[in-house]
């Protein structure tokens, strides 16, 4: 059991133009969850300007919903007293695209790894943040003597990234929100900082959000995969299903468009993998239909049908896994 | 069998650093024939942009301390400075890293455009240079209306199109492609990776691609190149070196590629 992150019924819209005429729904009809009666892995997938960044600040509460709202244990995030507050930014922790703009590039590593430790109140000495921050490295892979003392840019990405992943896991969170975190990894060091998310989730029953454009690296981690364009999910179920029977153009468009590990089995490159989009247009409303007990799929709000949402969606391929076992 | 296009042969490269020479790329050797695409893969930090660059003479605090460069037949390193001026983009060209961003914000693409064919000493007719511009961003799927567009106007795929335009414009027999589509989404990575092999097809230009994954390699070039810390370690087909990868490195390269066939979930 872990605490609940709700996203009930939102949207969120950015107005530009003269006098914000001009309106773009990043997301729009979002009711998802992360974690709950049973901790989660989801990933959410998605082309550049789907939302995907949009979403995982609406979740962290730096973005503010348009319409519905989000929840951290059942208190809506703009209602939260200090304290609650505090609780939420030390319990949701979030991993970003680039370890590098996090860094003091003036700092030793150190310093980053201290930081937190110390606002939160989590240590009583230098030794005793030591001691957790050695540790801690260790979970990530990262030899502690190899690594503290030493400067940002004296890592590689791959290092950062797990410093990154061992900054969020000292404050032991409940929620981790990873945006994009392997996508300016080198492609042979990506599986290792997935499995290191993956462990956290399995051993250490912290819930996840993954967040990236690479449905081969949604499919390594998560158990349900949510697939976003325009703002508006266009697929959501058990991962397995997504990626061996997809259902929604879009999703079989972005399937398409991963080369396969195996030389053998034809990419097609002249196959244009958007040219089966031009029947998905993500600037009408669309809602989500139960097509199978563990998948929806988008359809127009006038559909005969059975609505449903993404936490249902969660809910169900969490309920069939505990079944499974 | 004809010649190849390009011929390297025990390149060193070393740069200048506060603690010292650095060697970072270490006995380099291979060729292209002509029309071949050639990738070369390894880890960040592994020597692959260092190799074009030298090539390109575009290092800086850098140097080439041995070795021989022939394109088409030609001495590269002992070419003129005025004849190498000559020879880029017309003979060999380069889609740099993070071309994206090189683009010159204040010029329109096509001003830039206009600075290659200006160069090159290309002298036009009245409208014969626009219509040449529309070709060639035809030639990678952008429509005309593009010249009139700054790069923030555009989008990352669009803007490495640009740039693709820009490596063709003089027809060259051979383009370097340092990462092209390492920061866009899978979509857009696979249309922009078919139009350098739409281009480099019509033109009948060998290419050399950087890149660090794999399986995007294995479906675009014929034979790959690894590096690994400064040296070719190994160096085949596609197929030979998927089937039977010498290398450790190799192997953990082509062993981490992630699979819709494998899982951490149910492993
Ligand atoms: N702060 C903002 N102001 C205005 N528009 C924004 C802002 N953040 C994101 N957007 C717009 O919202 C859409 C979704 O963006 P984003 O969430 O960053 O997508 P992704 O992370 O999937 O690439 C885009 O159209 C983007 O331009
Ligand atoms: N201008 C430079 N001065 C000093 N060292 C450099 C310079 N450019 C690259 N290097 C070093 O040379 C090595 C090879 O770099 P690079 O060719 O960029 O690798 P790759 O393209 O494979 O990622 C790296 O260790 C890098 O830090
Ligand atoms: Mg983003
Ligand atoms: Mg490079």
Redesign the pocket.
């Known amino acids: 059991m872990t605490t609940a992150l709700e996203v009930s019924d939102v949207d969120?819209v950015?107005a530009?133009g003269i006098g914000g005429r001009l309106r773009?729904m990043?997301?729009r009809n979002i009711t998802m969850a992360v974690g709950g009666e049973r901790s989660s892995i989801t990933a959410v997938v998605?082309?550049?300007?789907?939302?995907?960044?949009?979403?995982?600040?609406l979740l962290l509460g730096v973005?503010a919903a348009t319409r519905g709202s989000v929840s951290y244990a059942g208190r809506p995030l703009h209602l939260m007293s200090r304290k609650e507050q505090m609780m939420f930014r030390r319990e949701v922790q979030a991993i970003f695209q680039d370890p590098f703009d996090v860094f003091n590039p003036f700092y030793r590593i150190d310093h980053a790894l201290l930081a937190p430790l110390r606002n939160f109140g989590l240590v009583a000495s230098r030794d005793e943040a030591y001691a957790e921050i050695e540790q801690t490295l260790k979970v990530v892979g990262l030899e502690p003597g190899q690594t503290l003392g030493r400067y940002p840019h004296q890592l590689s990405g791959g290092q950062r990234q797990r410093v990154m992943i061992a900054r969020a896991l000292l404050l032991d969170p409940a929620i981790i929100l990873a945006?994009?975190p392997v996508s300016m990894v080198d492609a042979s060091l990506r599986s290792t900082i997935l499995d290191i998310l993956y462990d956290l989730y399995r051993v250490k029953g912290i819930s996840l959000v993954y967040?990236t454009?690479d449905l081969a690296t949604a499919y390594q981690v998560a158990e349900t995969i949510v697939v976003?364009n325009g703002?508006q999910v266009m697929e959501v179920g058990d991962a397995e299903a997504v990626i061996h029977d997809p259902k929604h153009p879009y999703t079989q468009a972005l399937i398409a468009a991963v080369p396969s590990p195996d030389p053998d089995i034809p990419w097609n490159l002249e196959a244009d993998p958007a040219e089966k989009l031009h029947e998905v247009d993500a600037t009408i409303e669309q809602v989500l239909f139960r097509v199978d007990p563990l998948r929806a799929i988008a359809g127009p709000p006038d559909r005969d049908g059975e609505k449903t949402t993404i936490a249902k969606i969660q809910q169900a391929v969490s309920d069939a896994q505990d079944v499974a076992k | 069998m004809t010649a190849p296009v390009l011929e390297i042969e025990g390149l060193n490269v070393v740069y200048d650093t506060p603690g010292g020479p650095f060697h970072a790329v270490r006995d380099v050797s291979f060729s292209l024939a002509s029309g071949e695409r050639f990738g070369l893969v390894g880890e960040s930090g592994s020597g692959k942009s260092t190799t074009i660059l030298a090539l390109m003479r575009m290092l800086r605090s850098g140097w080439v301390e041995s070795g021989k460069v022939r394109l088409n037949g030609r001495d590269l390193l002992a070419a003129p400075a005025s004849a190498f001026r000559q020879l880029r983009f017309a003979e060999m060209s380069l889609v740099p890293q993070g071309a994206m961003s090189s683009l010159n914000p204040v010029l329109r693409i096509a001003d830039q455009i206009a600075d290659i064919y200006d160069d090159h000493g290309i002298r036009w007719r009245r409208g014969e240079q626009i219509e040449a511009m529309r070709n060639l961003l035809a030639r990678v799927g952008l429509p005309p209306t593009v010249l009139g567009f700054y790069p923030h106007q555009l989008s990352g795929g669009m803007k490495q199109r640009v740039c693709i335009a820009m490596s063709i414009a003089l027809r060259p027999t051979l383009i370097l492609a340092d990462e092209p589509t390492s920061a866009l989404?899978v979509m857009v990575q696979k249309q922009v990776l078919a139009t350098l092999g739409r281009v480099q097809r019509d033109l009948g230009a060998s290419v050399l691609l950087i890149g660090h994954d794999m399986a995007l390699m294995a479906h675009f070039v014929d034979r790959i190149g690894v590096m690994y810390q400064g040296s070719l370690v190994e160096m085949g087909s596609v197929r030979k070196i998927f089937a039977d990868p010498q290398h450790a490195y190799t192997r953990m390269l082509i062993d981490s590629l992630p699979s819709f066939n494998r899982t951490r979930r149910r492993a």
């Open positions: 969120v950015f530009s773009n990043a997301l998605g082309q550049s300007g789907s939302g995907k960044s949009t979403l995982i600040r973005q945006d994009e967040v454009h976003l703002g | 989404d």
